[in-house]
């Protein structure tokens, strides 16, 4: 409940002038049915009065005006805070996920997160709209009618209340069965929905391999599953319904034989039996609704539920509470016995010693798993050390203020991804940027070509994902966002993977001139890309293997001569 309760207390004068209007309209709704008795008790007259029927008349017509005007107002001001309580959870949970470091998007399925921010978000919003309303209307609605039954009747209501007790056992054990199909439907949906996004994300491998029989048969099989989980609440929602209907029809009928004998008697006019079955009518919806007011409030929890269980997880990865700003950053970096695992349990990076000058050009490489994307990750914080720290400019990294630590940090992961959209809003990611510092990052990603053979230049849609690009201008523009900002510190991890021997060489030697003042890293199997650093480490099981200058290893690391002379031959072989 804590929190919806900073979007109602936001509308608390919208929904209090709705609750306003609602009780109105419940007011005049069970004065209807007493100006309906006097008219049935003035035809009964012997001589009717026609003025007074027309009067009568005249004020149901009056009362369904003020009626419908009061119910628009309700409706308007009370769905409209529900829909901002919507928007205000959907706002509070994006930015919630946004904020959580690694490890967490590691461990949690998109698709889950998709449904939390849709469906339960919807089921929460009509659980605290719709359920607020019904509330209201059973309580306030429900209570008046059965004081006014009682007061017409007290003998005759009471045996119209006999079915009730039944009535609310089974809602209540309905309402049970209610929470738990919902809560496993969803997570049943959440499964669906990610499933379906992973096909839909690899859809060229599905086609290269012909994987459509065995990703469709499992899309139906989980969509089955989510079917019977839905049938089983389907269920519940369906019987509820008419069992309502079963009960009241009982008291309906009890009412016509022991009020139509009340009425034979004299001891009942027939426009007080009329007016009874009336305010029954009007009981009607407040019964029912306790049924559907439990099917929206049991849905609504256990989607509450799961989207708090989501908000409750906190980020092992954010600013400490004494976080600092530093007046002056130097980008001097320095590990101290650093060691980092996943969550998996087995050693990445083991007793990490290093120390990097500020300006300095480092180069990393090393077989596949030694750790080298692990070792840069750390820098920006997108994962902590399980040992030891690493500080920038002699400041401890868990120190740093987090925004500001990133704010120095231009990052450039292996995967080159692309969000929907054109060229130019990919590499400037919304930042205002002249057009001579786009035409210079432009220049030393060797983009020029690219984009002159493209009919819209920069302003060229690349489609989800970056789909209408090849491996190499994908990675390209990837850097170009990279280097788009002048930042301290440049971590480029594989950056030129995709490019041919000639581009790459281009590429590596314009970021060298970009900006001299930077401490550079640069991770690549490309000894190439490597050369021209002051130091290059080679890793090997998380630990540093050899280390030192591109001539020092030629002469002393076998792995680093012997890949050096393979990538020359098949560079002179491809020339």
Not at 13 to 37: E, S, Y
Not at 274 to 288: K, N, S, T
Request: charged share 20%; hydrophobic share 45%; net charge positive.
């Amino acid at each position: 409940m804590k929190l919806i309760y900073p979007y109602f207390k936001k509308n608390a004068v919208k929904i209090l002038i709705g609750l306003l209007c609602m009780i109105l309209v419940d007011a005049t709704q069970l004065i209807i049915p007493q100006i309906i008795k006097e008219a049935i008790d003035t035809l009964s007259l012997a001589g009717p009065d026609r003025g007074r029927l027309i009067r009568q008349c005249s004020y149901i017509i009056a009362l369904g005006i003020f009626m419908a005007v009061l119910r628009y107002g309700w409706r308007n001001l009370l769905m409209g805070s529900s829909r901002d309580v919507e928007k205000g959870i959907r706002d509070d949970l994006f930015n919630h996920i946004l904020h959580q470091d690694m490890a967490f998007h590691n461990r949690m399925k998109t698709g889950d997160i998709m449904a939390h921010a849709t469906s339960d978000i919807n089921h929460v919003r009509m659980a605290f709209g719709f359920g607020l309303i019904v509330l209201v209307d059973t309580v306030l609605l429900g209570g008046a009618t059965l004081a006014i039954m009682f007061w017409t009747h007290p003998k005759l209501t009471a045996l119209a209340m006999i079915p009730m007790p039944l009535l609310v056992f089974l809602t209540r054990y309905l309402g049970k069965k209610m929470f738990v199909f919902h809560k496993t439907a969803q997570e049943s949906f959440s499964q669906l929905t990610e499933i379906v996004r992973e096909s839909f994300f690899g859809i060229r491998i599905i086609k290269v391999f012909n994987f459509e029989p065995i990703v469709g048969r499992k899309v139906q099989i989980s969509a089955k599953d989510y079917f019977n989980k839905n049938l089983k609440r389907a269920f519940v929602t369906a019987l509820l319904r008419p069992l309502l209907g079963f009960f009241f029809n009982l008291s309906t009928l009890i009412i016509i034989f022991y009020g139509g004998y009340l009425v034979m008697e004299k001891t009942l006019t027939a426009g007080e039996l009329v007016a009874f079955i009336q305010y029954l009518g009007i009981l009607a919806w407040p019964v029912i609704a306790i049924g559907w007011m439990t099917n929206l409030f049991q849905r609504g929890m256990a989607s509450l539920k799961r989207i708090n269980a989501m908000l409750d997880t906190a980020p092992e990865v954010r600013s400490a509470a004494n976080a600092v700003v530093p007046k002056t950053f130097r980008s001097g970096i320095c590990f101290n016995r650093v060691g980092f695992s996943y969550a998996s349990g087995s050693p990445v990076i083991s007793d990490m010693n290093l120390t990097w000058d500020e300006g300095s050009k480092i180069g990393i490489s090393g077989p596949p798993g030694s750790g080298k994307t692990s070792l840069v990750q750390l820098i920006p914080r997108l994962y902590n050390p399980n040992q030891g720290n690493i500080t920038i400019g002699g400041h401890d990294l868990a120190g740093i203020d987090l925004d500001f630590l990133r704010e120095k940090i231009a990052f450039m992961p292996q995967e080159s991804f692309l969000f929907s959209g054109t060229i130019k809003d990919n590499i400037v990611m919304g930042k205002p940027m002249k057009k001579n510092d786009l035409d210079r990052i432009i220049q030393v990603c060797c983009l020029e070509q690219t984009l002159s053979d493209m009919p819209d230049g920069l302003d060229t849609v690349v489609g989800e994902r970056g789909i209408t690009l090849s491996g190499g201008q994908k990675q390209r523009i990837a850097l170009a966002r990279t280097l788009s900002v002048p930042r301290p510190i440049i971590i480029l991890d594989d950056p030129i993977s995709q490019l041919d021997t000639q581009t790459a060489s281009r590429v590596i030697s314009n970021i060298h001139r970009l900006n001299l003042s930077a401490t550079l890293i640069v991770i690549s199997h490309r000894i190439s890309a490597l050369a021209s650093s002051d130091q290059i480490f080679i890793l090997k099981e998380g630990r540093i293997d050899h280390q030192g200058s591109h001539d020092t290893l030629i002469r002393t690391d076998r792995f680093y001569a012997e890949s050096f002379r393979v990538q020359q031959f098949e560079d002179a072989h491809h020339a």
